[in-house]
């Protein structure tokens, strides 16, 4: 395969690859790109954290459950909670899986490069396959940044974007913007019914006209303070990602990631799959700082300078902004939302953004090196074996990570004994919605049986599932498939695999 057909090839897959790791439970509907994260499940395994936290105007705040329209459920949906005391008895029909795992392991197809482990409620292993042998993970490493960050953050903590005014005389003042790490702003008025979008540049220059013309303040200079986030790409992320769509290098504050839309995208719905693949820009700050320029611009408030966003504050204007209250102030999503939705599209730049996140708390390097480290310090020390485990980024886009099977069933059990059972909601459920297309197999009699998480990349299929037995048990499964001869065959393996465990 060419070098051009293996990005193709990997413009659709990825834009299939499931979202994340966190398993099975009640409530919220998942399914790949519609993968549902609760409140409880965020915010009961959470730290208070400083993500987001500004001065006292641009703290951030705790923001009850209220269902934005991404985040709404189909309110007939009825799933039972798994693994429950009831369900962690049942020993599971040995009969059932041995068929099963052999006629996965009879595939034409599969290849040889590929390991599994499959156990009860109980944790107790109950078949294998090469389960300590690391491969390429794809999108299942976003399962160890998901915990990392409920585990780390405060997860109904918001990421602020604040004003604050230096200089102010005879009409003329310099303001200052700060970002504290929120990619997803929109341009125009904030939007309460989406994550994209909650935070509008446009409010925020509503609130700070409203206190300019208070003051008689009529021509303004403009700097922001970009300093929350170094920007780079982590190191094995191909650049020309860029351009695909796939990722943008974290910032302090982006609109929409610094997408860049064509028409028949312009009038899209927010959160939506439509809307997540477009090329990047490489720092999408300027723009942002440009749309808040030209909305003060059009309030009334002359911009004399900086209103292209390429002009920086200087360390003394930094240092001035520490110790004072903001003018105005934005609040993006909460960061269960803003995890929801990237788990919802699998969403590089956003599982890139919470490792930073984590990183900026826990006091790690600000870079995308320090990411890594505090998502995998933050793991073990969680007590889950990374044995063979190496991350290349946070997301499992770039080249190079590695993760086993076993370490994959693991931080499900981790995020399942520290957090309770609705720590599994955020997990796509079979029978519905799916984000892989027609990858996968599963039926409307599968609805609510199997609650899963894949990861898709041009060489790489991987799922860790849990099963809601027939007989009233649970089955954990964590299968990762490299360089399969048929990517196709290899998927649709898996999902027979999983099928076939329903019985057990």
């Known amino acids: 395969m060419t070098k051009l057909r293996k990005?193709?090839?990997?413009?659709?897959?990825?834009?299939?690859?499931?979202?994340?790791?966190?398993?099975?439970?009640?409530?919220?509907?998942?399914?790949?790109?519609?993968?549902?994260?609760?409140?409880?499940?965020?915010?009961?395994?959470?730290?208070?954290?400083?993500?987001?936290?500004?001065?006292?105007?641009?703290?951030?705040?705790?923001?009850?459950?209220?269902?934005?329209?991404?985040?709404?459920?189909?309110?007939?949906?009825?799933?039972?909670?798994?693994?429950?005391?009831?369900?962690?008895?049942?020993?599971?029909?040995?009969?059932?899986?041995?068929?099963?795992?052999?006629?996965?392991?009879?595939?034409?197809?599969?290849?040889?490069?590929?390991?599994?482990v499959i156990s009860d409620g109980r944790s107790r292993e109950v078949s294998s396959h090469n389960a300590d042998t690391a491969y390429t993970p794809a999108s299942t490493l976003k399962s160890l940044t998901a915990l990392a960050a409920v585990h780390t953050l405060d997860m109904n903590s918001t990421l602020a974007t604040e004003?604050?005014?230096?200089?102010?005389?005879?009409?003329?003042?310099?303001?200052?913007?700060?970002?504290?790490?929120?990619?997803?702003?929109?341009?125009?008025?904030?939007?309460?019914?989406?994550?994209?979008?909650?935070?509008?540049?446009?409010?925020?220059?509503?609130?700070?006209?409203?206190?300019?013309?208070?003051?008689?303040?009529?021509?303004?200079?403009?700097?922001?303070?970009?300093?929350?986030?170094?920007?780079?790409?982590?190191?094995?992320?191909?650049?020309?990602?860029?351009?695909?769509?796939?990722?943008?290098?974290?910032?302090?504050?982006?609109?929409?990631q610094g997408k860049q839309f064509g028409d028949w995208q312009k009038n899209g719905v927010p959160d939506s799959e439509a809307m997540a693949y477009a090329p990047r820009e490489e720092n999408p700050v300027p723009a942002a700082v440009a749309s808040f320029a030209a909305s003060l611009n059009q309030q009334g408030i002359q911009v004399k300078q900086g209103a292209d966003g390429k002009q920086e504050a200087s360390a003394s204007q930094r240092k001035a902004i520490a110790s004072q209250r903001s003018i105005a102030v934005i609040h993006s999503a909460p960061l269960w939302q803003i995890l929801h939705l990237t788990l919802t599209l699998s969403d590089n730049t956003l599982a890139e953004l919470f490792g930073r996140l984590v990183a900026h708390h826990l006091g790690y390097e600000n870079s995308p090196a320090g990411a890594r480290k505090a998502v995998y310090d933050t793991v073990k020390k969680l007590g889950v074996d990374l044995a063979g485990a190496n991350l290349s980024d946070t997301s499992g886009l770039s080249d190079g990570s590695a993760l086993t099977p076993r370490t994959l069933l693991a931080v499900q059990g981790k995020l399942l004994n520290s957090a309770g059972a609705s720590a599994w909601e955020g997990q796509p459920v079979s029978g519905e919605i799916d984000t892989t297309g027609d990858l996968r197999a599963f039926t409307d009699g599968d609805h609510g049986v199997i609650h899963l998480k894949s990861g898709s990349l041009d060489d790489v299929t991987s799922m860790v599932a849990s099963i809601e037995t027939k007989r009233g048990g649970v089955v954990m499964v964590s299968v990762i498939v490299n360089n399969p001869p048929s990517h196709y065959a290899a998927s649709r393996a898996i999902d027979k695999l999983l099928v076939d465990l329903i019985a057990a």
Do not use: W
Request: glycine share 10%; charged share 20%; hydrophobic share 40%.
């Open 7 to 116: 990005i193709a090839s990997r413009t659709a897959r990825v834009t299939l690859s499931a979202a994340l790791a966190l398993v099975v439970g009640s409530g919220l509907i998942c399914a790949d790109h519609n993968q549902m994260v609760t409140r409880d499940m965020l915010g009961g395994a959470s730290l208070a954290g400083k993500a987001g936290a500004g001065n006292a105007s641009g703290a951030s705040k705790t923001v009850p459950y209220q269902p934005a329209s991404l985040l709404e459920t189909v309110a007939s949906r009825k799933v039972t909670p798994s693994l429950t005391a009831a369900t962690r008895k049942y020993d599971l029909d040995m009969n059932v899986v041995k068929k099963a795992v052999d006629d996965f392991q009879k595939t034409p197809d599969l290849g040889d490069k590929y390991g599994f």
């Open 163 to 256: 004003v604050y005014e230096l200089n102010q005389q005879g009409g003329q003042a310099t303001l200052i913007i700060k970002g504290q790490g929120d990619m997803l702003l929109g341009s125009g008025i904030s939007d309460p019914q989406h994550v994209t979008g909650r935070a509008g540049l446009a409010s925020l220059a509503q609130e700070t006209v409203a206190k300019l013309k208070k003051q008689k303040v009529t021509q303004v200079s403009l700097a922001v303070d970009e300093s929350f986030f170094t920007r780079s790409m982590p190191a094995h992320m191909p650049p020309e990602y860029l351009q695909i769509g796939y990722f943008t290098p974290t910032s302090a504050m982006a609109i929409d």
